[in-house]
């Protein structure tokens, strides 16, 4: 059963770092488009990131500089990487494997970022 499992949220101070993970089972990693996405309160899901499967990776104009999303197939491993964070990057964040023609959207469990002194 295809799973992906988060870990890595929590309080951060403005111009802080924090990394998230996302620990994923019964596929690797890099085989598939893989994805970031985060949720604000009363808002609807946004995109962040997508590392496609010949390693690409594309950014929303929110995070770009700021965030660096990056995988490691020997962990089954995907990372977000981020940086220079401020209040407005409050939400919960969530790890994807995009759809192919073949099997739906599968999402991490989410975890709840907080930036604030």
């Known amino acids: 059963q295809v799973q992906l499992v988060q870990s890595g949220g929590g309080l951060v101070q403005p111009g802080g770092s924090l990394t998230l993970s996302c620990v994923v089972s019964r596929f690797f990693v890099t085989d598939y488009h893989m994805s970031w996405y985060r949720q604000k309160p009363g808002k609807e899901r946004e995109w962040l990131a997508t590392?496609?499967?010949?390693?690409?990776?594309t950014y929303a104009d929110s995070v770009k500089g700021r965030f660096v999303l990056s995988r490691d197939k020997a962990k089954d491993t995907m990372y977000l990487q981020m940086g220079s964070v401020t209040p407005d990057d409050t939400a919960i964040y969530f790890c994807?494997?995009?759809?192919?023609?073949?099997?739906?959207?599968?999402w991490g469990q989410g975890t709840q970022v907080t930036v604030s002194a």
């Open positions: 590392g496609d499967s010949l390693g690409t990776t």
């Open positions: 994807a494997r995009e759809k192919t023609a073949y099997s739906p959207t599968y």
